[in-house]
């Protein structure tokens, strides 16, 4: 097990807390600036979106918001332990209850992703979309992936190690932790690093299967299609790249500092410079996610530029509509 400490400033509560304000000053407006768009601004001809739009915003915003203003969550890895430092320790909330429900908002972008696609896969592609079983079956599809969410990491909550040894556990297997981290007053360790992580690949391939599928089934329809207008099927392609980009741009970011963490746990590296870094880079997601949807889509690429007073962009960004087939929306 490699194990580096460099005792700099990097590595201290102090950066990370600062990081983490500064960023939530940024996240906060901007969040709520995103959901006044798309909730009094989407158009009529994105209207099928409107809800997975929100979705998706909402689970961004409110991980960004309980990390950077409620939490601050202090990550070690590779032995999944840490402490808080935010309100919620304040106020008293176990620092268990904490993580699991940090841990849990993250996981949360997985279902929000899947209805993203699979909208578009049921407007689009099924002939079926506005009828009563086709609804029905549309429900009890996402309660059960949000029932999985909330639960997936219930098996790693139940094999903690007794909070009293804890900290000779993290001792035993990080020689260089700081005894001011060991001894802090919320240490917790969620201990077998393992099952945390079959659980939380078990989940990424469920959610995943269920995205290409209709990534997939989506892509085949659009490119393939021939029996309506050239310009309808251009409206539906650009919408569906516009939705693409929108959703991986983020991801991306996610999995760069991600990969790196559980990197970790195969290759036993402790650095908790670098792994302060991920978790800002994690954080900002939400942010990139927000900047991204205002911009990628005109109807709120105008809105927001006539809220900022930027009035001579307007008049070449307008909404082309048009009648689409079957159950279509388009952009």
């Not at 950077?68 to 935010?86: D, K, M, Q, V």
């Not at 251009?234 to 991600?258: G, N």
């Not at 410079?273 to 205002?294: D, E, Q, R």
């Amino acid at each position: 097990m490699s194990c580096t400490y460099r005792n700099n400033y990097f590595e201290s509560d102090e950066f990370l807390e600062l990081a983490l304000h500064s960023l939530s000053v940024i996240q906060v407006p901007l969040h709520t600036l995103g959901a006044y768009i798309i909730i009094m601004k989407t158009p009529n001809e994105m209207g099928k979106m409107k809800i997975p739009m929100l979705l998706v915003h909402l689970t961004f915003a409110f991980y960004d918001i309980y990390t950077t203003t409620l939490a601050f969550p202090i990550i070690i890895f590779p032995i999944c332990s840490g402490y808080s430092i935010g309100v919620l320790s304040s106020i008293g909330m176990p620092i268990s209850i904490q993580c699991y429900i940090g841990l849990t908002l993250f996981l949360l972008y997985g279902p929000a992703v899947t209805m993203f696609f699979e909208n578009r896969y049921n407007y689009l592609v099924r002939l079926d979309c506005d009828t009563n079983s086709r609804r029905f079956k549309r429900v009890v599809h996402y309660f059960i992936n949000y029932v999985i969410t909330l639960n997936v990491l219930v098996p790693s909550f139940l094999n903690m190690p007794d909070q009293s040894v804890a900290r000779q556990i993290a001792l035993k297997k990080l020689p260089c932790l700081p005894l001011k981290i060991v001894n802090h007053s919320k240490f917790f360790m969620l201990g077998n690093e393992y099952l945390i992580f079959v659980c939380s690949g078990l989940f990424t391939m469920f959610i995943w299967s269920q995205v290409f599928f209709f990534f997939a089934k989506t892509v085949n329809f659009i490119f393939g299609i021939k029996s309506q207008s050239q310009r309808t099927t251009q409206l539906q392609r650009q919408f569906f790249i516009a939705v693409c980009i929108q959703v991986a741009l983020p991801f991306v970011v996610i999995m760069i500092p991600a990969c790196y963490i559980l990197s970790t746990i195969y290759t036993k590296n402790f650095d908790l410079a670098f792994t302060n870094f991920s978790v800002i880079m994690i954080t900002s997601h939400g942010l990139f996610a927000t900047i991204i949807m205002l911009l990628i889509h005109k109807p709120y690429r105008t809105e927001t530029l006539k809220i900022l007073g930027i009035k001579r962009f307007c008049e070449s960004n307008k909404v082309a509509v048009v009648q689409m087939p079957f159950c279509a929306t388009q952009n």
